[in-house]
């Protein structure tokens, strides 16, 4: 099946350092999405990107979907404590009218020291 | 508000115990999922529901059983069959929207 990459598994950076996690799948996909989960929560969903070339922004979040659609990426600006917490991009097998799964990877690991 | 209950919060239980974990969605989510996360790990499915009395395994079913007989429940039973049954076991629904996947806020399971 569809796996995705996800580096780096651990980040620690200093409060107010850019972050950048990178999603890598071996096979076209149809859509990425982004979750967030916080250090003893659950993953929160943050966007899901579905164009080739796609660029959406949340705040100081931004995300990009590849221009083969193959790859993926979240960059923080200027990060902050709140920022802490595990970032993962499952991908979908949905497609149509079908609901499909999502299958995450380890992902990536990001702790901010103020 | 909308959203989806996992009930307990925490839970423990003897080894060879079979033990069911809750999950009630009010969103009108067609699709619901259970999950299991280990420390430091990501999330591995282990069942999921399209549609009501119907449910598919996912990579990891074995010693997991479920059932759907109603739209917004979608318990969980551990069976004494599953190896190492302590983690984080997480519930989601999602629906045919952009939205993604809700979650539930977990039952950790401890097994002694």
């Known amino acids: 099946g569809q796996q995705v990459m996800q580096i780096p598994q651990y980040q620690h950076v200093q409060e107010g350092e850019d972050f950048t996690t990178y999603c890598n799948s071996s096979?076209?996909?149809?859509?990425i999405q982004w979750y967030k989960q916080r250090p003893g929560g659950h993953p929160v969903f943050l966007i899901q990107?579905?164009?080739?070339?796609e660029v959406k922004k949340q705040k100081r979040l931004t995300f990009q979907f590849g221009e083969a659609k193959k790859n993926s990426s979240l960059h923080i600006t200027a990060t902050q404590t709140t920022d802490v917490g595990t970032y993962f991009c499952?991908?979908?097998?949905?497609?149509?009218?079908?609901?499909?799964?999502?299958?995450f990877g380890q992902g990536t690991i990001l702790t901010v020291h103020p | 508000d909308g959203g989806i209950t996992q009930s307990p919060k925490y839970l423990f239980r003897k080894e060879g115990q079979n033990v069911t974990l809750s999950c009630e969605q009010n969103?009108?989510?067609?699709?619901m999922y259970w999950y299991r996360q280990d420390p430091g790990q990501g999330l591995r499915l282990i069942y999921y529901?399209?549609?009501?009395?119907?449910?598919q395994k996912g990579d990891i079913a074995e010693g997991y059983s479920v059932s759907r007989e109603k739209k917004e429940s979608f318990p969980l039973t551990v069976t004494s069959a599953q190896k190492n049954p302590t983690a984080f076991y997480l519930c989601?629904?999602?629906?045919?929207?952009?939205?993604?996947?809700?979650f539930g806020s977990g039952t950790r399971l401890t097994v002694v």
């Open positions: 969103l009108n989510h067609d699709a």
């Open positions: 499952p991908i979908s097998n949905a497609g149509g009218t079908s609901y499909g799964k999502l299958t």
């Open positions: 989601a629904s999602g629906g045919l929207t952009n939205y993604g996947y809700t």
């Open positions: 096979t076209t996909l149809s859509n």
């Open positions: 529901s399209q549609i009501v009395n119907d449910f």
């Open positions: 990107l579905v164009k080739s070339g």
